[in-house]
Structures are given as C-alpha cells and as structure tokens.
DNA sequence: TGGCCGTACTG
DNA sequence: CAGTACG
DNA sequence: GCCA
C-alpha cells in the first residue's frame, strides 16, 4: 500500500514538473502543488481495479528510471534535435518549484515536436502496422502514460508514436482495421485519434486494402469524396464506412457502437442495412454499454430530494440536439454563437413589456444589420485538396465541436449582427466622470459583437486559445485562464486578422507572451505546446471528469490520482455525491446544447405555470438566450413580480412554482435550493413534456422583487466575463454590484475587501445601473465578453 | 509584486 | 470550511 | 496569462 502510494506520488511529481518543462516559460502557479505533495490516505475502498487501469508497481517506477537516466534505451535513432523554433522564447525551463522531485532538474528541456514526422513512411512501405505486437521501438513499459514517456525522452525527437495499447480486455477495437481519409496523420488531431484507436487495439492500415474493416472518414468529407478517392465505385460490403466520431464514441463507451447511427454517416451515404451485421449492435456483450451500468445504480432518494429516476437513454444521446463530436466537452463557451433580432420580445412572458426594446440612451435600438456572406461550407471546399493531397490538413478544426455548436445549423443569421466594432459608434463614452484609472481595459465598456464564429478573422486563433484556456484549467491554474479569456475577448473584438506579435502586442490584455503564440497559430496554424497536451491520456480523463456537473478540478484531480479513468469507474466505485451521480448519469444530456426554441417552449411552460399561481409574477429568461443565443447550454428564468421588494415575498410562489411543474413533470430533479427563507435560487432539471427520448435540461431559476430586477437581470444576463469586468469596475469606483443592487460608499480594506455593505445606488433598473457606472449602455446580445 | 467578481449552496 | 456553481 |  504505502509502497503504492509512493509510486502515485513519484509518478505525479514527475507528471508535474514536467508539465511545467514544456511549459514555454517557467513556472505554473503553485496551486497544482496540490498534486506533488499530499497524497489521500489510501482508502482500502478505493479504486484497484485489477485488470484495467493502472498498476503503478508497474508503470510509475519504470517511468522514472528511463527518464533519469535520459538516453533511452530503445530508442533507435537519436534523430536530429528539434530547433526551437524562434516563435517560442524558450528561457529557463529549469523548475524551480516542484522540490524534491526527482525529475525537475532533470528533464529540464523538452523538445517541443513539431510532429511534422509522418511515421508511416519512415519504415518503407508495409501498409499495416499491428499495433498489438509492439515493434521494437515501442515502449510499452509505460503503458498508460504516453506523453509522460515522451515527455520524459528529453531533447529526443519522437520518432514514431508510442502506443500505449490499453489492458487487453479493453482492446474494443482488436482485430479491426482502421483505414483513415485522408489516410496520414499530420494534423495533431487526427494524430491523436488515430493514435488512441490502436491503444484500443485497432490496426491502422496506411494504404487502402480492402482487409480494411472500418473506414473512417473526415468528419467534412461526403460518401462521394471517398468513393473517389479510393477511386472504386463503392465501398465493399464488408467495409465498415464511418466518420471520425464513430471510434471516439466507441472508446467512450468501451463499446464497438452501431455504426449505422445517423451521427456516423456520411453525407450521401445510406448504410445498405448489410453491415448491421459487422456493426453490431450497440450493445455487445463483452463490454457493458454505460447506459446499463447507469440504470444499475438507480435512485437512492434522500430525505428531502426528489426521488430520482435514472432516465433511460442517457450517454448515448449524441443524435438528438447538438452531435457532439467528441464525448469530451470543448473549452469554450459555444453559446452566443449566433444571434437572432428578435430576442428581446421571446425573452420576456408575462406582462413585463420591453426592458430591452426601448433604449433612448445608450447605443440606440440594435438593429442587427442583415448579415450577408455565409461562409459555412469553407471547410468542405478544403477537402478536395485534402484528398488530393493530403499533405496539409492543418486546417481541420483543433477541436472537436466547433460548427455545431448552434444546433439548428441555421446557416443565416451567422449572428456578428453588425460588425460594428470598429465602427465609431462604439467609442461613444460619454464621461460623466473621469476615471482615474483606464477604463480602457475593462471589457464592459466596449461591446462585444463579433462572435468566434467562422466569420472572425481570428476564429482559428481564438480557438486554440480557447484550448489553452481550458488547458490549464485543468491544470488547476486559476489565473492564467482568465489572461488567456481577456485576450481572447480581446481578439473577438478586432475584425480582421492579427497575424505578428508586434501587431498584437497593443491590444489590450494581449502580453507579448500571447502575443507570441498568436503569431506562432497564425503561421503554422497551430500550437505545438498545446500538440503535447493532445494525445495525454490524463488530460482526457480530466476532460472528461471535469465534464460531470458538480466535479470540479479539485474532485476530478484526485479521482485522477486514484486511477479512475472512465465514468463507469466513477460510478462503480467512487464516492460520488447525489449532484455528481446524476451529473454522471446526464453526462450527454448536459453536454448536449438547447435549441432556441426548446427553451422558449419549456419558459412558456413555466410562465403558464407562474401566472397560474399568481398573476402578477413574470417570467423572464435571460443567460445566454436573453443575449441572443441560437442555442443555450442552460435554462435561465428570472420570476419577478411588481410591486415586490423583497425575495421572502416570492420564496412561497417559488415553492409553488416547483412542486406543480414537477407535478406536470417538467421538473425531474433539484441540485440546489436556496436554504433561507430569502434565499433566491433554485437549480435543477426539466425535460420538455413529450419530448422523445426526454433529454435533461439545466434549468435555474432565480427570484427578483422589483426593487432588485435591474440588478438581477445584469447578473443573470452575463455573461460572466461581462459581469467579473463591470463588476471590477464598480470596485474601482468604489462601488460594489451583485445581482442585488449597485451600492456605493463601499469601504473597502487591503486588496479590496469589503469593510461594509454600502448604501444601495440602484437595483430596480438595468439602465440606471450603467449609467451609474459610467459604462455605455449595452443590450443584452452585445454582452459577449 | 500582487491583484484578477461577488454571491450562495453542498457536504 | 473547501469545493462547486451561477452569470 | 495581463496589468498597474
């Protein structure tokens, strides 16, 4: 045991200090010291799982030695070293900080690989590459930890990808046979999916062979585009044709999943009902599908939660709403993707009128300009060279979600309104006061607009940020994130493209440290300190962890620590709270994006519902479909009635309001309720009655009297960087804002800690609050931050 | 070098 | 209390 | 991460 715990140890220090290496430049934050130094006791309940995951004896201490003892042994040509590119400062990578590990001072220069080495060829021309018997070259001792091992190679270029072939009874895809198209893996993408399916024990066929079993397609390519470039006319029977999704669901899943699911096909390829055969049913017997292992932990009510039913079909939900691609959830934020005119009279039921319509003020009514250009179908124009070529596929999305986001695909709209930012309008600041301080830098003042659609100039940019936002998020990092999500507002902002850093420098919240890496993604159209981060098994789990409602970096680091790898662990033999099991259980449900119209549906219901209970209560949905969202990744509604001035005189219609639309069975579970009799918040689930198969909803609901609805809508509107930015700026005003009231008069100690609460300045209305604040008023759709 | 929003529920 | 959540 |  505690010879076990000391390998974790090792192992994590090692996993930490080398992380920082490939770091571009010293040092994390100290807070993932949580990772090197305390260990949890080892609770005898916990997770070791025999057969799969990991045997530390076997991994950690192995992993150590090699990459002590730097030259690795296997290791056959020792390559040329990797310039540094001149992009990266690469300075002192030496650590400092993890003490007392072993490995810090050693492994102190990672080459960061431009993975531009196509290791197919290298070795001639054989056309197939068993993974499951490991060439020479294949280090397998440190099985589950790829890029540990890689990483712990040092300078050494990496010359073909280690695969790490995961336990044996987990090998879904054994004896199967992947032919890719296009059939390289350059792009890190595709590299690491590639990679990760023969970890399953899938054997990657190079060259198209007809002993293929699965093809699997670029996600952006049709039926014809492969039939073509394989130059037949039809795929063999036997041929399994499938998009990239397909074997990430599988391994999601430990399944070999159906493959004539819609979600798989290709445009214009309809499944000739021959292979349901090879394709299988989703359920095979040898590995449980998720749903099955969910249903088994059902219910277990608590005194004073709803008695909670495991819905049926679950995880494998990825058809209906949104097609997530991947089963890990993306960094980014994808509401607001997309805006619709017409937002302001939907977000509102009941007999509130307008709120948003009128504005003398501020930037007058925004009319959202026509916009014109669709560019959706870019990418698929790119496949042709693709195929031809397929040399450089860098162009493929990084990440997997990107365009469907907005769910509905609806092509118009393609939000960006007007693209006004540049446009004198937005410099309208009409001083009341001036500041002594810059208000420059605070993202409230300025309108958000341009959305990280494909229509940003800056839209790959933003999204390899995004990835490195959601990186070290991960990574338990809690301020860089939110240097990284400056920039990156930053960046939505400009309408053409910042392609060198001398040019990105002078944005705000651009440093040249970002700056640099704008120049690097704009240039190589990528990011090659976020390439290592790809193909890291740990940092997919923590993705995936990171994804359940209720687990945060602290609950999914520690599940790390303890071996957990899959969802189904968790289930089996974690120690989850109720919030975190029904997460797990809604995992898709949750990941999967709300129509517009979905949610206009479900706030009719519980308007209808409102004003059954009480006349005068209103109904308002903010988040992000107050803001204009096409789709919404939660439910918002704001209940208010006039005449109010205190939370305690609603609180008894909330209750009301809940227990009836749980009745009609909207409501199916609650996750938190406010605990005092003025508490003004109650979060929970619905399901649009009907609908088929009911997916869960987030849905929240929060109470506002009059007095405080201006301030509640501007909190419950966002969106949050919106909200943290106005919100700075009222503490440098020396004013405090939450979703009650702007106060004034705050006294405020060090680090400005609030010595008292202020006198109220204004709560009622959302306008006054701005100009309160100095801030231009902005409508709800251009507060994308 | 230290700050980076303010609040509320859970266990 | 720390952790997570809400915008 | 960025900034004062």
């Known amino acids: 045991m505690a010879r076990e715990d000391m390998d974790k140890a090792a192992y994590f220090k090692a996993l930490s200090s080398l992380d920082e290496d490939s770091d571009d430049e010293s040092t994390i934050s100290s807070s993932r010291d949580k990772l090197t130094t305390s260990l949890p006791p080892h609770h005898k309940s916990s997770p070791h799982k025999h057969n799969e995951t990991v045997d530390p004896k076997q991994n950690a201490t192995p992993q150590l030695e090699r990459s002590l003892s730097a030259p690795t042994p296997n290791s056959p040509s020792p390559v040329h070293l990797i310039k540094e590119t001149p992009l990266v400062s690469i300075k002192n990578r030496l650590q400092q900080g993890r003490t007392g590990t072993p490995l810090s001072n050693e492994v102190s220069f990672v080459a960061e690989t431009p993975t531009s080495p196509k290791p197919i060829q290298s070795g001639g021309a054989r056309p197939l590459r068993k993974t499951s018997a490991p060439t ?94 394989l130059k037949i006319s039809s795929i063999p029977d036997h041929i399994i044709l499938v998009n990239e999704l397909y074997p990430l669901d599988c391994i999601q899943f430990k399944a070999i999943l159906n493959p004539n699911q819609k979600q798989y096909l290709l445009k214009g390829y309809e499944p000739t009902t021959k292979d349901s055969a090879a394709g299988t049913p989703a359920q095979p017997p040898s590995s449980p599908a998720p749903q099955q292992s969910l249903e088994l932990k059902t219910a277990r009510p608590k005194p004073g939660r709803w008695s909670y039913v495991p819905p049926k079909a679950t995880p494998d939900r990825s058809q209906n709403g949104g097609d997530r691609q991947s089963a890990l959830p993306e960094a980014g934020e994808m509401d607001d993707v997309t805006r619709s005119p017409e937002h302001a009279e939907a977000a509102v039921y009941g007999t509130i009128g307008d709120e948003d319509t009128t504005e003398p003020l501020g930037a007058g009514p925004v009319v959202e300009s026509p916009q014109s250009v669709e560019e959706v179908s870019r990418a698929d124009d790119d496949l042709d060279e693709i195929i031809k070529g397929a040399l450089k596929v860098q162009h493929l999305p ?91 507002t930053t960046l939505k902002k400009q309408n053409k493209l910042v392609s060198t850093a001398e040019e990105a420098v002078k944005l705000p919240a651009i440093g040249q440290r970002i700056a640099d890496k704008i120049e690097e993604i704009v240039h190589t159209d990528k990011l090659r300190r976020l390439d290592n981060t790809k193909s890291d098994h740990n940092d997919i789990i923590l993705q995936l962890f990171l994804g359940i409602y209720g687990v945060g970096i602290s609950q999914a680091t520690t599940w790390l620590q303890q071996g957990y790898t899959t969802l189904e662990d ?188 202020g006198e109220l300045v204004e709560g009622a209305d959302e306008k006054k609050i701005f100009a309160e604040l100095g801030v231009p008023w902005r409508p709800p759709e251009e507060r994308v931050c």
Request: charged share 25%.
């Open 398 to 488: 990084l990440d997997d979600d990107e365009d469907d986001a907005s769910p509905t695909g609806s092509p118009h709209h393609g939000g960006d309104s007007s693209d006004d930012n540049g446009s004198p309008k937005t410099k309208r600041k009409h001083i009341t006061r001036k500041p002594n301080f810059n208000q420059e830098g605070f993202s409230c003042m300025k309108g958000g607009t341009i959305d990280a659609s494909s229509l940003n100039p800056n839209a790959r940019t933003i999204s390899i940020l995004q990835e490195m936002a959601a990186y070290y998020t991960r990574m338990d990092d809690t301020w860089r994130p939110i240097g990284y999500r400056k920039a990156i």
């Open 570 to 757: 968790l289930l089996a033999h974690a120690s989850l709270t109720d919030n975190q099991r029904l997460g797990i259980d809604h995992y898709q449900d949750f990941q999967t994006r709300i129509p517009r119209a979905e949610v206009s549906a479900l706030a009719k219901i519980v308007a209808d519902t409102a004003r059954g209970i009480d006349r005068g209560i209103e109904a308002i949905v903010a988040g992000s479909y107050r803001r204009g969202a096409e789709s919404c990744g939660d439910i918002d509604v704001l209940l208010t009635k006039p005449g109010t001035s205190a939370c305690s005189e609603l609180t008894p219609l909330l209750y009301k309001l809940v227990s009836q639309l749980r009745a009609s069975g909207m409501l199916v579970a609650p996750l938190s309720v406010g605990r005092t009799e003025s508490s003004s918040k109650w979060h929970g689930c619905c399901v649009l009655p009907g609908q088929e198969p009911p997916i869960w909803r987030r849905i929240d609901f929060h109470l506002a009297p009059a007095s405080e609805l201006g301030a509640a809508l501007l909190y419950f509107t966002g969106n949050d960087i919106f909200n943290r930015s106005i919100r700075l700026l009222a503490s440098k005003r020396g004013m405090r804002l939450n979703q009650r009231g702007l106060y004034k008069s705050v006294m405020r100690g060090p680090g400005r800690a609030k010595l008292n609460e």
């Open 136 to 229: 020479p070259t294949t280090l397998n001792r440190g099985a589950q930890f790829p890029s540990f091992s890689s990483a712990a190679l040092g300078k050494r270029k990496r010359k073909e990808p280690s695969i790490k072939l995961v336990p044996e009874q987990h090998r879904i895809f054994k004896d199967l046979v992947f032919f890719y198209v296009p059939p390289d893996d350059i792009a890190p993408v595709r590299r690491a999916r590639i990679v990760k399916a023969r970890e399953y024990g899938a054997t990657w066929a190079t060259e198209w062979t007809e002993t293929a079993t699965h093809i699997i397609a670029d996600k952006h390519l049709s039926y014809a585009d492969i039939t073509s470039f």
